[in-house]
Protein backbone atom coordinates (compact mmCIF):
# COMPACT_ATOMS: atom_id res chain seq x y z
CA UNK A 1 0.00 0.00 0.00
CA UNK A 2 1.50 3.49 -1.18
CA UNK A 3 1.18 6.74 1.12
CA UNK A 4 -1.09 7.83 -1.99
CA UNK A 5 -3.71 5.03 -1.66
CA UNK A 6 -6.14 6.39 0.79
CA UNK A 7 -8.11 9.36 -0.76
CA UNK A 8 -9.43 11.56 2.60
CA UNK A 9 -10.49 14.65 0.75
CA UNK A 10 -14.09 13.52 0.34
CA UNK A 11 -13.99 12.53 4.37
CA UNK A 12 -14.27 14.77 7.41
CA UNK A 13 -11.01 15.38 9.00
CA UNK A 14 -11.06 14.18 12.47
CA UNK A 15 -7.51 15.18 13.57
CA UNK A 16 -7.96 19.08 12.85
CA UNK A 17 -6.58 20.72 15.41
CA UNK A 18 -4.92 17.72 17.61
CA UNK A 19 -1.58 18.44 17.06
CA UNK A 20 0.75 21.17 19.05
CA UNK A 21 2.66 23.44 17.08
CA UNK A 22 6.02 21.11 17.20
CA UNK A 23 3.87 18.32 16.08
CA UNK A 24 2.23 20.61 12.86
CA UNK A 25 5.82 21.48 12.25
CA UNK A 26 7.47 18.01 12.33
CA UNK A 27 3.96 16.66 10.42
CA UNK A 28 4.72 19.23 7.12
CA UNK A 29 8.15 17.91 7.12
CA UNK A 30 7.34 14.32 7.10
CA UNK A 31 4.75 15.23 4.76
CA UNK A 32 7.11 16.70 2.00
CA UNK A 33 9.11 13.78 2.36
CA UNK A 34 6.96 11.52 1.86
CA UNK A 35 5.59 13.40 -0.90
CA UNK A 36 7.62 11.84 -3.16
CA UNK A 37 5.44 8.08 -2.25
CA UNK A 38 7.73 7.07 0.86
CA UNK A 39 10.25 7.99 3.47
CA UNK A 40 13.37 5.57 4.22
CA UNK A 41 14.92 5.65 7.33
CA UNK A 42 17.70 7.85 5.91
CA UNK A 43 15.62 10.80 5.61
CA UNK A 44 13.70 10.32 9.21
CA UNK A 45 17.15 10.07 10.60
CA UNK A 46 18.32 13.18 8.88
CA UNK A 47 15.38 14.73 9.97
CA UNK A 48 15.54 13.69 13.26
CA UNK A 49 19.26 15.03 13.76
CA UNK A 50 18.05 18.34 12.44
CA UNK A 51 15.12 18.84 14.77
CA UNK A 52 17.83 18.10 17.71
CA UNK A 53 19.54 21.12 16.88
CA UNK A 54 16.45 23.55 16.59
CA UNK A 55 15.47 25.99 19.35
CA UNK A 56 12.23 24.84 18.82
CA UNK A 57 12.73 21.40 20.04
CA UNK A 58 15.84 22.10 22.87
CA UNK A 59 13.76 21.06 25.58
CA UNK A 60 12.53 17.63 23.95
CA UNK A 61 14.21 14.22 24.72
CA UNK A 62 15.59 11.24 22.12
CA UNK A 63 12.73 9.89 23.39
CA UNK A 64 9.99 12.47 23.49
CA UNK A 65 10.99 13.02 19.38
CA UNK A 66 10.56 9.22 18.73
CA UNK A 67 7.40 9.41 20.31
CA UNK A 68 6.44 11.85 17.95
CA UNK A 69 7.79 10.47 14.72
CA UNK A 70 5.86 7.31 15.73
CA UNK A 71 2.45 9.06 16.51
CA UNK A 72 2.64 11.05 13.30
CA UNK A 73 4.40 7.79 11.25
CA UNK A 74 1.29 6.23 12.21
CA UNK A 75 -1.03 9.17 11.12
CA UNK A 76 0.34 9.29 7.90
CA UNK A 77 0.01 5.28 7.27
CA UNK A 78 -3.23 4.46 8.60
CA UNK A 79 -5.08 8.32 7.35
CA UNK A 80 -2.75 9.37 4.69
CA UNK A 81 -0.39 12.33 3.60
CA UNK A 82 -3.65 14.78 3.42
CA UNK A 83 -5.15 13.96 6.72
CA UNK A 84 -2.16 14.28 8.06
CA UNK A 85 -0.97 17.59 6.22
CA UNK A 86 -4.07 18.80 7.19
CA UNK A 87 -3.90 18.35 10.57
CA UNK A 88 -0.59 20.19 10.64
CA UNK A 89 -1.69 23.05 8.44
CA UNK A 90 -4.64 24.14 11.00
CA UNK A 91 -2.43 23.67 13.82
CA UNK A 92 1.04 25.64 12.59
CA UNK A 93 0.97 28.68 13.82
CA UNK A 94 1.61 31.98 11.90
CA UNK A 95 5.51 32.14 13.37
CA UNK A 96 6.65 28.37 12.45
CA UNK A 97 5.12 28.71 8.33
CA UNK A 98 8.13 30.59 6.76
CA UNK A 99 10.47 27.74 8.97
CA UNK A 100 8.34 24.84 8.13
CA UNK A 101 8.49 25.85 4.42
CA UNK A 102 12.23 26.05 4.64
CA UNK A 103 12.77 22.83 6.70
CA UNK A 104 10.21 20.94 3.89
CA UNK A 105 12.40 22.67 0.90
CA UNK A 106 15.39 21.53 2.02
CA UNK A 107 14.05 17.79 2.72
CA UNK A 108 12.87 17.75 -0.39
CA UNK A 109 16.04 18.99 -2.77
CA UNK A 110 18.29 17.01 -0.16
CA UNK A 111 18.76 14.40 -2.53
CA UNK A 112 19.71 16.71 -5.40
CA UNK A 113 16.05 15.66 -7.67
CA UNK A 114 12.94 16.82 -7.08
CA UNK A 115 10.14 15.50 -8.31
CA UNK A 116 6.78 16.69 -9.98
CA UNK A 117 5.12 15.30 -6.97
CA UNK A 118 7.90 17.10 -4.73
CA UNK A 119 7.21 19.87 -6.82
CA UNK A 120 3.45 20.38 -6.40
CA UNK A 121 3.90 19.11 -2.98
CA UNK A 122 6.29 23.23 -2.45
CA UNK A 123 3.95 25.07 -4.86
CA UNK A 124 1.09 23.94 -2.94
CA UNK A 125 2.91 24.12 1.35
CA UNK A 126 3.68 27.72 0.44
CA UNK A 127 -0.19 28.61 -0.80
CA UNK A 128 -1.65 26.61 2.08
CA UNK A 129 0.62 28.15 4.55
CA UNK A 130 -0.01 31.77 3.06
CA UNK A 131 3.78 32.67 2.66
CA UNK A 132 4.77 35.30 -0.13
CA UNK A 133 5.36 34.15 -3.06
CA UNK A 134 8.65 36.49 -2.90
CA UNK A 135 9.77 34.87 0.11
CA UNK A 136 9.52 31.35 -0.92
CA UNK A 137 11.26 32.21 -3.95
CA UNK A 138 14.13 33.31 -1.91
CA UNK A 139 13.99 29.92 0.48
CA UNK A 140 14.52 27.89 -2.42
CA UNK A 141 17.16 30.08 -3.76
CA UNK A 142 18.63 29.81 -0.30
CA UNK A 143 18.31 26.06 -0.26
CA UNK A 144 19.12 25.18 -3.46
CA UNK A 145 22.60 27.41 -2.91
CA UNK A 146 23.02 25.46 0.86
CA UNK A 147 22.41 22.20 -0.67
CA UNK A 148 25.21 23.07 -3.68
CA UNK A 149 27.63 23.58 -0.96
CA UNK A 150 26.37 20.26 0.79
CA UNK A 151 26.99 18.29 -2.38
CA UNK A 152 30.29 19.65 -3.49
CA UNK A 153 31.70 18.52 0.25
CA UNK A 154 30.15 15.03 -0.31
CA UNK A 155 31.85 14.53 -3.33
Known amino acids: MSLFDKNVLDSHNQFQDILCPEEAFVAITLAAIAS ?55 SLPDNLKESA ?16 EEQDFLSDLYHCLNINSDMANQIVKVILIKNQGQSVMDD
Open 101 to 116: FALATDMVLSDGDMTT
Open 36 to 90: NGHISKEESHHVSGILSRMKLFQSYTNDLLVDMFEKLLNLLRTEGIDTLFRAAQS
